[in-house]
């Protein structure tokens, strides 16, 4: 295995590289194999971007033979075959069910130039600059995204100051029984709390990044009261979230709430080709002609996969049965691997198939996705200090993949506590159920 080359000259910057230094060569559903054949169960999937699974077929033949017959790749934002059949099926099979009426505007095709577009919409429209983030978010790099994500990591780099964003505490930052809604109602109804009046909240339903956190429903609700009460625009993030990661195309489908702006990115093409875009309320859509600019706004080749994505599994609720189903099994299975040691080890947290095991340390889950990765898997943390297991396995993957996924991941669980539990022994706390 020949990888000089990437200590020569790429970057410092490579992070997912560091914890699977493995030449992955091809891919196929829910494995990565290198470039000896060695096969690799894949439960990071892009970090979400491969919902359908690597080079799913059935998108795959639509994008093959779209390239092969030399249909447009790039065309700027000119209206093309393969743009009208996107917006034309997403308007079909996924707004009209639900009743959106939704303007789709194509940015930049990553999730952080998304985001920009919606927080400028957002200052734009209500002609106000600050905007209420909340603790553990991430919602990208580039610096409006920045402002406000939490992340110190990111935001460490930033180099410039970052203003505009105003930070709040996510449902259950301050313990259950406390919500956190009322205190931003409270705080914004009084003038002289220091807070600028804002222009928008944004929130993801489930934070990815932030370690697999997921609000209450009822959270939800109480947030989308408080952005009518005080004038601000809900803006939904539901690029690592959305495409069903929960269990439904959009996050917030069963929560009874309809956001002024969704976000969406990562899964979207459904083939990992790059691809974002912007929803809003129809009476939001004040762009001049050209004012959010980008080269690449609208890929082709991601129209074909995208279109292809919502006609193959969001026409019926099949798919979506089939991800509860499989959520199902995941939760019980954490459920095992945690109920076997005391409770301060291990808890479990998410929705639908994006779940935490949420670990008492960032080392202990470091420990176990290393573990994991010697059985050939691999899988990755989030949260502040990397202590959360995250389940990002294609929602394709078959039960008994998934299965195989768990086996492993309970091995590496006990692998790494019988040394853990030696130490603690060591100190005369006994740690594991009986
Ligand atoms: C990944 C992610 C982004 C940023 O997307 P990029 O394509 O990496 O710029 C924004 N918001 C959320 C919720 C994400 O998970």
């Known amino acids: 295995m020949d990888t000089g080359v990437f200590d020569r000259i790429e970057s410092e910057v490579q992070s997912y ?26 439960f990071l999937a892009g970090a979400g971007t491969l919902n359908y699974g690597h080079n799913n077929p059935v998108l795959k033949e639509k994008l093959v033979a779209y390239l092969s017959e030399d249909y447009i790749v790039h065309g700027l934002d000119m209206h093309t075959v393969a743009k009208r059949n996107f917006l034309a099926m997403f308007e079909e099979v996924i707004l009209k069910p639900r009743k959106l009426e939704y303007i789709m505007q194509f940015t930049g095709p990553t999730g952080t130039n998304a985001v920009e577009a919606s927080l400028k919409i957002a200052r734009n429209i209500k002609g106000r600059e600050n905007i209420i983030s909340f603790t553990n978010g991430f919602h ?32 259950g930052y301050l313990g259950n029984g406390f919500d956190t809604t009322e205190l931003i109602d409270k705080m914004l109804s009084d003038s002289s709390s220091g807070i600028d009046h804002p222009a928008a909240v944004i929130v993801e339903t489930v934070q990815g990044e932030g370690g697999i956190n997921a609000a209450s429903f009822d959270w939800l609700r109480n947030l989308e009261k408080v952005c009518r009460k005080h004038d601000m625009l809900l803006i939904v993030d539901d690029i690592q ?42 009476e939001l859509d004040q762009w001049k002609p050209g004012e959010h600019n980008g080269t690449f706004r609208g890929h082709n080749p991601a129209f074909v996969t995208a279109t292809a994505a919502l006609d193959h599994f969001w026409r019926d609720n099949t798919f979506a049965t089939e991800i509860k189903k499989k959520a199902d099994i995941i939760t019980d299975r954490f459920r095992e691997m945690a109920n076997k040691y005391d409770d ?16 008492t340390d960032g080392e202990l889950a470091h420990q176990i996705t290393q573990e994991a990765f010697k059985r050939n898997m691999v899988i990755e943390t989030s949260g502040a200090d990397d202590q959360v297991i995250k389940t990002l396995c294609p929602l394709t993957i078959s039960e008994e993949e998934l299965q195989r996924g768990m086996d492993i991941l309970a091995e590496s669980v006990d692998t790494v506590m019988k040394d853990r539990v030696k130490q603690q022994n060591r100190h005369g706390k006994v740690s594991v159920v009986a």
């Open 140 to 171: 990208g790099v580039s610096l409006g995204s920045l402002a406000v994500t939490g992340n110190s990591h990111h935001r460490g780099v930033a180099g410039v100051s970052m203003p505009g964003a105003t930070v709040m505490p996510y449902d």
């Open 17 to 42: 590289a560091r914890n699977f230094p493995v030449l992955f060569s091809k891919a196929k559903g829910s494995y990565l194999y290198d470039e000896a054949g060695e096969a690799y169960l894949d």
């Open 241 to 282: 979230a959305g495409c069903g990661r929960t269990g439904s195309f959009f996050s917030f489908d069963e929560v009874g709430i309809t956001p002024d702006i969704v976000t969406l990115s990562k899964s979207l093409s459904g083939y990992g080709l790059p691809f974002a875009v912007v929803l809003m309320k129809p």
């Open 344 to 359: 301060h080890w291990f808890h479990l947290n998410g929705r639908g198939m994006m779940q935490g095991l949420v670990c």
